[in-house]
Structures are given as structure tokens and as C-alpha cells.
């Protein structure tokens, strides 16, 4: 019987979550109210003017309504746990980034009022206590770690599309700020001689931008942007200007409202790509079926067994948009 429950662990899991949810809800909702009712053996939940809405009504409706998203997190939730097994790292960061969560709620919303926005934000994700801020964060770790081994297992199948639709690629930049680049002042230029001088005299690209660029947020990591796509919230003339360069490339001077830029293209080459946590969210977000795929797959090798409940399942794929045969 053990097995059993074991193989089918979703079966279990869904009609022990939902049941109880529902004998829960209804009891919490009629109790002081209409102690006992019962009508053709189900509980009734409240009655108005001689109608009566059973437990199973309600249960319906928030299906109806709530159930497929409801249903699918539960899903995603179980077959995560079971798929991948999270490392020391991975529990810490999830508490770290917990704790983060709670300061950063009451800093905000002050220490008597947060507790109850951060409960009813965590509620909104499945969770029912701000004690398990810990396991969201670390479930959507996995979750991640899972999606990155799945593109990389299969990137024969996504990559090429991917890289001509949204050019992806390593960017970092010099900037000479200006107030009016139209009209520079005899200072900027200066400064703007001084960079084209450092360059020409054989100093790096990188030293150049440690030292002399004016962009304070890629200053410090000597002018790294880092990923960048046709879809990065870049002005126009800067973003046209990075996605017309190749590998290794570096542009002339760039104009924008920030003053002259000059850009150059570290790689684009995937093994490159790879290292950047850009690179594959940008993929989750151009292929957003692609998570579904995943965790289905995973579900499959589960043996995941609906034992007849049709009607769960293909809830769950319509939610997933996917066919049956995949």
C-alpha cells in the first residue's frame, strides 16, 4: 500500500490537499452559523431565502474560477521537490533572501502593519505562512537551476531562433557625459580627449573605462554591461548601435541624451552566454512554454499516474498548453 501511495504521489497529494481544503473552508465559513446542516448528504455552507449553497457548490466555483492556477502550482510545486535536490548553498540563500524579504516589508510598511501584507503576498503564491518564505525562495532556486539544465539539454532545439530574433551578447562601454552633446563644452572635450587619447596610446578598452568612464553603474567593473538583447531597455541610438556590432567588435563614438558613447561586443558565443544569468531568463521569457515543457517532462519520468481523473489532467495541460503527445 506504501508503494502505492508512493508511485501515485500526485493523485494523493491533490485529492488530500483539496479535500481537505474544501471540508476546511466549509467548516470555517458555517460554524456559529448553521451548525450541522446537511441537505441529500452535503454540507451546506449558507442558505438566502431558502436557497442553499453546499460545500460542493463552492468547491466548483473556485475551481471553476481559481483551480486550473491553483492546481498547476501544486503540480509544479510536488514535481519540483521530487525532480531536484537542493544543495547547502541553495537553502541558505533562499533563508538569506527570506530574511532580506522581511526587512526590506517592514522597513517599508513599518514593523505593525507588514506582517500582514507580506502574509497576504505569500498567500498569493500558495503559501499560507510567512514561514515558508524560506521554501518559496528556495523552490523558485530550483525551479531555476532545473529550467538552465533544460535549455542547456536541449539548446540545439532553441538556441538558433533565439539568437536571430534577440542578438544576444556581452556588452561594456565608455561614456564621455555631457550636458548638451550636441554642443559640447570645452571641459567635456577635454575629457573626451583624454579618453580617445588613453585609448590610442594602447590602454585597454577595460582600464580606460575603469578609469575614465562616466557611467558610474559599469564604472566599477570596467565598463561592463554585461547581457544584452534586442529586447534590453537600452535609449534607441545605444541599443541600435550594440546590436549592429559583431563578436569583438568596437563601435565609433555613439551620440545619445547621455553624451558619446563607445561600445564594444566582449562575445556572443553561447559557452560565454551561459555564465550570464540574463541569458537565461531571456530565454524563459521568449520561450515561456518552455518551463511547462520541463516540469511535464519531469512529471513523465515520475510516472506520474492520473488513475482516470481525466479531467485534472487536462486541465493541467490546457493551463500548460500542451498537447497530449508531447
Not at 507588514?114 to 503564491?125: D, H, R
Not at 554591461?225 to 563614438?253: H, I, K, R
Request: hydrophobic share 40%; charged share 25%.
Amino acid at each position: 500500500m506504501l508503494n502505492t501511495i508512493k508511485k501515485h504521489w500526485f493523485i494523493v497529494l491533490v485529492g488530500v490537499l483539496f479535500v481537505a481544503a474544501t471540508v476546511y473552508f466549509a467548516y470555517d465559513m458555517t460554524k456559529g452559523f448553521l451548525p450541522g446542516k446537511n441537505v441529500s448528504g452535503k454540507d451546506v455552507v449558507f442558505e438566502i431565502n431558502g436557497q442553499n449553497v453546499t460545500a460542493d457548490d463552492l468547491y466548483e466555483r473556485l475551481f471553476d474560477d481559481l483551480g486550473n492556477s491553483a492546481l498547476y502550482t501544486l503540480f509544479e510545486r510536488a514535481v519540483v521537490a521530487q525532480s531536484f535536490t537542493a544543495d547547502k548553498d541553495m537553502i541558505s540563500q533562499a533563508k538569506i533572501q527570506a530574511e532580506s524579504t522581511i526587512a526590506n516589508f517592514k522597513s517599508y510598511y513599518g514593523e505593525t502593519a507588514y506582517e500582514a501584507i507580506l502574509l497576504q503576498a505569500i498567500k498569493g503564491v500558495g503559501y499560507s505562512s510567512i514561514d515558508d518564505l524560506d521554501d518559496y525562495f528556495l523552490h523558485l532556486t530550483m525551479v531555476e537551476s532545473m529550467t538552465k539544465a533544460y535549455f542547456d539539454t536541449n539548446m540545439d532545439k532553441y538556441l538558433p531562433e533565439f539568437v536571430t530574433a534577440k542578438k544576444p551578447r556581452i556588452v561594456r562601454h565608455i561614456l564621455v557625459k555631457m550636458d548638451d552633446p550636441t554642443k559640447p563644452t570645452e571641459v567635456e572635450k577635454t575629457r573626451w580627449d583624454e579618453v580617445k587619447n588613453a585609448l590610442a596610446g594602447g590602454e585597454s578598452f577595460e582600464a580606460v573605462a575603469k578609469r575614465l568612464s562616466d557611467d558610474t553603474g559599469s564604472q566599477p567593473d570596467s565598463g561592463l554591461l554585461g547581457y544584452v538583447d534586442s529586447n534590453t531597455q537600452f535609449v534607441p541610438e545605444f541599443l541600435a548601435a550594440t546590436l549592429a556590432l559583431g563578436s569583438g567588435e568596437t563601435s565609433e563614438w555613439v551620440r545619445t541624451t547621455y553624451g558619446y558613447h563607445l561600445i564594444r561586443i566582449d562575445s556572443t558565443d553561447l559557452a560565454d552566454l551561459k555564465k550570464e544569468d540574463g541569458f537565461y531568463q531571456a530565454l524563459s521569457s521568449y520561450y515561456p512554454k518552455a518551463v511547462f515543457t520541463m516540469i511535464w517532462e519531469n512529471a513523465k519520468k515520475l510516472n506520474i499516474d492520473f488513475k482516470g481523473n481525466d479531467d485534472i489532467k487536462a486541465r493541467l495541460l490546457s493551463f500548460m498548453s500542451i498537447e497530449e503527445a508531447e
